[in-house]
């Protein structure tokens, strides 16, 4: 932008991403792009790290000309020379004022974007930075903004924000590192057709997800009823995007036309992966992949989308073991960033390669982690719930405790996502982690009592919260009631004295034991690095970014102060809080939590 003219290539990509990463705009990237397109779009462009084409672009003012890319260097080349010998004009970005708006109202748009800004993200405070370097440059001159930019950037970097988001940033694309797959020199094969079994939420999410990379899909259900429902799924999630004028009408008829709908299994003959999404039924599932062994090539993937149930089981009736992978997706599957992909022991290095290719070209981050209960994500996070209905049961306000999170920076507290989740999946999750892990595993019977009530959650529209049509949340005083029943068959509150604790307190006691299982996780060689639980919780469960991750976050509060603190509250309330071996050897001798483990055997 400080050049005197730029030409772009059709399609190219402008953007200023710098807030993603906890920075700022530099190189007067604050003073010189709101001079060149107007401070609205400039605003939009650097708060939302929100990207432009370059035919937009010159519109706007920002590019001078888009050619062809055989042209480009040449084209650049006459214009170089053109503004030389002053054949056109000798432009200064730095100061042009035509584009922006009259002082008053730059002042308007300023202070409507910092209102913005604070709703967005209440707890960064570098696009609040970045606005005041902004202002600076308009009401003082930018040479006064380009030595704030400086002096504000200088500080930003060093900020814990900073260091949190490039943590993130890094993080992501070391996921694409597995020693044994990714470092043996395998190629992904190419996958030209997926068949998806199911077409329930996860099933028509994932399908959707699929055909919007180009990918034909094959929807298999059991009946032409539950077809035709998966279908319409696909194509609402479709038309969502229509209306919110993401996508043409003729862009929709093309891509629903990729997906083709079946009752059996006559067109598997040709399909090249298969992603299994139906009820966690276990049973169900070993019949389908006998059935898929049948079916399908020899060189099929035969992947399933179970969040708990351990693969080998899922197999056990097969010959096919090796061929046999986890893709783990989030809900809505279509939108959800993240995929888990879970190898067993069998599964093949060449599986893996597969599926973490169509894994990127769906727009997903995927993670390898080893096969247990619940895997990485589901197993790290199953605290998170259990946490929060202990703290209930001692006394705390349910919405008091959401409250305390959110101000945190989770996108929802764990009772409202106990909510959206659905009360007979949350028992049904409970169980298997109560019949793996007994010892640590805390038994409320608040969501229970509440279900003997009919009231499951968001789909009852009742559950700890009340909702109306539009799915808008709103307390329930109703709920006291279910919770004094919890709270007398748990007998935790002594002398009927309930628990005082900060909302630092409640932010500690749910997640220190969602620290205390990511040790276990990565203990036990679930996962090689501590980075990919600090990615599956950001894309998966909704960790904020700019705290780095649950590790990350972790690492900078200090092992030994986390297992001092599990260690009292594991002494009043029980094994629940009690610290593994991992965080009592890293408290012992000082060492990060996401240093790289040793010792331990990958299950990868």
């Known amino acids: 932008m400080a050049c005197h003219g730029r030409i772009a290539a059709p399609q190219a990509q402008l953007g200023l991403p710098e807030l993603q990463l906890g920075v700022i705009p530099g190189f007067g990237g604050t003073q010189r792009l709101p001079r060149l397109v107007g401070l609205s779009k400039a605003l939009e462009m650097i708060l939302l790290s929100k990207p432009i084409k370059s035919e937009e672009a010159s519109e706007l003012g920002l590019v001078d000309a888009v050619v062809p890319p055989v042209e480009l260097l040449n084209t650049a080349r006459r214009w170089a020379l053109d503004i030389a010998e002053f054949r056109r004009p ?14 008053g109202e730059a002042r308007e748009i300023l202070k409507f ?13 570098h696009p609040l930075v970045c606005l005041d370097v902004i202002e600076e440059g308009i009401v003082s001159g930018p040479m006064a903004g380009l ?44 996958v030209r057709k997926v068949a998806v079994i199911g077409g329930g939420l996860m099933g028509s999410g994932i399908a959707t997800a699929l055909i919007l990379s180009g990918y034909p899909v ?15 799924r696909i194509k609402a999630n479709l038309q ?6 993401k996508m043409s009408q003729e862009k929709f008829e093309k891509i629903l036309s990729l997906v083709q709908g079946t009752v059996d299994y006559e067109n598997f003959r040709n399909v090249d992966m298969v992603i299994e999404a139906v009820i966690e039924n276990v049973a169900l599932k070993q019949q389908i992949f006998s059935d898929l062994e049948k079916h399908c090539p020899s060189h099929c993937v035969l992947a399933t989308n179970t969040s708990t149930i351990d693969l080998n089981l899922i197999g056990q009736k097969t010959n096919s073991q090796d061929r046999i992978v986890g893709a783990h997706f989030f809900s809505p599957a279509h939108i959800m960033p993240l995929l888990e992909i879970v190898r067993t022991e069998k599964t093949s290095p060449q599986v893996i390669v597969d599926l973490m290719d169509v894994g990127k070209k769906i727009k997903k981050t995927p993670i390898v982690v080893g096969n247990c209960t619940g895997f990485a994500v589901n197993r790290m996070f199953f605290p998170y719930t259990q946490s929060a209905l202990l703290l209930t049961d001692l006394g705390l306000d349910v919405y008091r405790i959401d409250k305390a999170i959110t101000s945190f920076g989770m996108p929802m507290g764990p009772f409202r996502l106990a909510d959206l989740v659905g009360f007979e999946v949350a028992v049904a999750t409970g169980m298997q982690y109560l019949e793996h892990f007994p010892e640590r595993v805390y038994k409320s019977l608040l969501i229970p009592i509440m279900l003997e009530d009919k009231r499951a959650g968001e789909k009852t529209r009742k559950g700890f919260y009340l909702y109306d049509d539009r799915r808008k949340a709103r307390p329930d005083p109703e709920i006291k009631k279910y919770i004094e029943k919890s709270r007398s068959m748990a007998g935790l509150i002594a002398d009927g004295k309930p628990i005082s604790l900060t909302d630092k307190d409640i932010v500690e006691m749910v997640f220190f034991p969602v620290v205390n299982e990511a040790c276990r996780v990565l203990g036990e060689g679930i996962t090689v690095q501590a980075s990919d639980l600090d990615i599956a919780s950001v894309m998966g469960m909704g960790f904020p970014p700019y705290r780095g991750g649950v590790m990350f976050w972790a690492d900078s509060l200090g092992s030994n102060y986390i297992y001092s603190k599990l260690k009292i509250w594991a002494e009043s309330y029980g094994d629940f809080f009690k610290p593994c071996p991992f965080l009592e050897e890293r408290a012992a001798t000082g060492s990060k939590l996401s240093a790289p483990v040793k010792s331990i055997k990958s299950r990868l």
């Open 147 to 190: 030595l704030k930019e400086v002096s504000s950037f200088q500080q930003l970097l060093h900020s814990d924000t900073a260091k949190s988001l490039i943590h993130v940033f890094f993080a992501q694309r070391s996921t694409s590192k597995v020693p044994g797959v990714t470092d043996v020199g395998l190629n992904p094969r190419r």
């Open 218 to 232: 094959i929807l298999k259900e059991v009946n032409d009823k539950f077809l035709q429902s998966g279908l319409e």
């Open 113 to 125: 974007a910092r209102i913005q800004a604070q709703k967005r993200a209440a707890n960064l405070k």
């Open 240 to 245: 969502s995007r229509v209306n919110k004028g």
């Open 90 to 103: 000798w432009i200064r970005s730095l100061y042009r004022t035509d584009k922006l708006e009259p002082l």
